[in-house]
């Protein structure tokens, strides 16, 4: 009986948990709306001084103002803000077609989000691999080429290794092609692992950092020694015993590293000329297109929280010790 | 502020942290002397004093020499697309980087550790909504914010405003802003473990005021932490910087940016890959050098290590 109760009292707890995250989360997206308004409060001009142009009269652009409603108090307009992205509303763009910024987002997104996905997937597969070589070869010759490798990936910039890597394998092997083509003509993929593989590589050598430092802990820690002596075999104990501890701080730190990966993704989506969210924003920017810059912020920060919060429910699934002390 | 470091560690010699030390001397002096480098370069023999990062290389007739110089020739680096000198803008782009880095950090320095200090100490209605804006920065991943704050803050309204510093002002507001929230979540946690250490509570009770246990007992015990960290931080800004240039959002040309070069030097790659290779190379060394300084510092502080 006293059992049962514990495991209802749990899933409440692991309910109220979720719900706090969730929370969480829904706050941070708030704040960033509310910087990405702020900004286009404080930045020179409007839409309406936008659409009447630059040559229009002071009275057509109040009239322009009173007539898109700019001239009502901020906290009001904030509010409409909220509400319109809420329904995937984020106006126009100022220029060229004036397209909605929402079909502009639609057909750029995918893009972004699928090489973000590819490269973290690359980073974490790769960097908990090497990671865990590292560790059990430690002081090894294999740990010190792995150490080096991922102490130069995290100081070696992305525009950096993008010309190196484009020079050697496009340029002098002739093996990839240079730079997105308006109509591509091979398959996506090989358009594809150029920036993938750059975008992976500074997430990658943070996580083969934190992977070998949390597998050295735990290697040293009483229950190893314990399973050593009774006689698990070695991958065994590698990878059941060890790994499956020191991975935790790991899948925390692809949360946080996803966040380099996406501001990467605007240096390599303008260094290939891919057509994602990012290079979109930066063109943006230059534009001062407001509305297309602050969906632009908005989304990616929106991608960044929704990776982390999916993080922090993947560690209890792990975890049961998370699971057990959550409150 | 000396960083005292423990005795057994100043006679370990790492080649690496020496190389990095080596290196970020070197680039100071660089950027110091940035003018003299340009004028011994570039001034034409005779000519007054003119010389400049933004005009072509001239030949001892004057005439504008054709772009793509081969290095070790009249420029020692070989110059640009346009011809211009690449050696002295990468010493004019030294300046930039180091003061924006230097710049940043202070600003970052005095909000992350006022805010992390009152994070602490200040009653719970200061100190709560300080610690919820702080852990808020934290939506933002990497220099999404910064990206924000230039797309509002253009350049122009700075022209001609604080000489030098108006062109870079953009950049330093919007890396101000991303750079102190991790300054002050680090010093918060340090104030918080030491506030209720011996030392302190035995001042407390001599009768010190916070702000005396704060500035005098509690802060200079973090000095050290802080200029370590401060280190990497600079690493990150002058990455940062340049990114946003490299992105054409940062130092607007004809300003030499590293950042700026390294986009301007890539769209003629297949031709002219050596007018890529230098500013690749000084940006790469310099965030290399700036980390493994800074890392070497926080092993060297970090009483864990002391075994070692």
Known sequence: MRRKIAVDSLAVRLGKTILLRLLFGALSLLFISLVTFVADELAPGDAATVIAGEKASQERVILLRKQMGLDRPWPVRYAEYVGNMAQGDFGRSYFGTTEPVSSILKRTLPMTAKIAFMAIALAAAIGIFLGTIAAVYQNRFADRGVLTVSTLGVTVPNFVLAPLLVYIFAIQLDKLPQTWDVVLVAPEIYYLILPVCILAARPMALLTRLTRASMIDTMQQEFIRTATAKGVPRLQLILKHALRNAILPVITAIGTSFGFLLTGSFVIERYFAIPGLGSTTIEAIQQGNMPLVQAGVFVTGALFITLNLLVDFLLPVLDPRIRESQV | ?308
Request: hydrophobic share 55%; with cysteine; glycine share 8%.
């Open chain 2, 1 to 308: 502020m000396i960083v005292r470091i423990p005795r057994k560690h100043r006679g370990k010699r790492d080649p690496l942290l020496i190389f990095g030390a080596a290196f970020l001397l070197f680039l100071v002096l660089f950027a110091i002397f940035a003018p003299v480098i340009r004028d011994a370069q570039l001034k034409p023999p005779g000519a007054e004093s003119f010389s400049s990062v933004y005009d072509p290389v001239v030949d001892d007739a004057g005439k504008a020499l054709k772009p793509f110089q081969p290095p070790f020739g009249k420029a020692i680096l070989g110059t640009d697309e346009i011809g211009r000198d690449i050696l002295a803008r990468l010493a004019e782009g030294a300046r930039i980087s180091l003061m924006v880095g230097f710049i940043v950090q202070i600003m970052a320095l005095l909000v992350g550790i006022t805010v992390g200090v009152l994070g602490v100490y200040a009653p719970r209605w200061i100190a709560s909504p300080l610690l919820r804006l702080t852990d808020a920065m934290f939506a933002f991943p990497d220099i999404l914010l910064a990206i924000l704050i230039v797309s509002v803050v253009r350049t122009d309204t700075f022209e001609g405003f604080l000489g030098p510093i108006g062109k870079m002002l953009p950049v330093i507001v919007a890396l101000s802003f991303t750079a102190w929230p991790s300054i002050a979540r680090l010093v918060r946690s340090q104030v918080a473990s030491l506030k209720d250490r011996e030392f302190v509570v035995a001042a407390k009770a001599n009768g010190a005021s916070t702000f005396y246990l704060a500035t005098r007992h509690v802060l200079p015990q973090l000095m050290g932490i802080i200029m370590a960290v401060s280190m990497i931080e600079v690493a990150g800004t002058i990455l940062a910087e340049s990114t946003l240039s490299f992105l054409g959002i940062g130092i607007q040309a004809p300003d030499p940016s590293w950042g700026s070069m390294i986009n301007a030097a890539r769209l003629n790659m297949s031709s002219h890959p050596i007018t890529l290779l230098w500013p690749c190379l000084i940006l790469s060394l310099t965030i290399f050098s700036l980390n493994f300084v800074g890392d070497g510092l926080r092993a060297a502080l970090d009483p864990k290590n002391s075994r070692a």
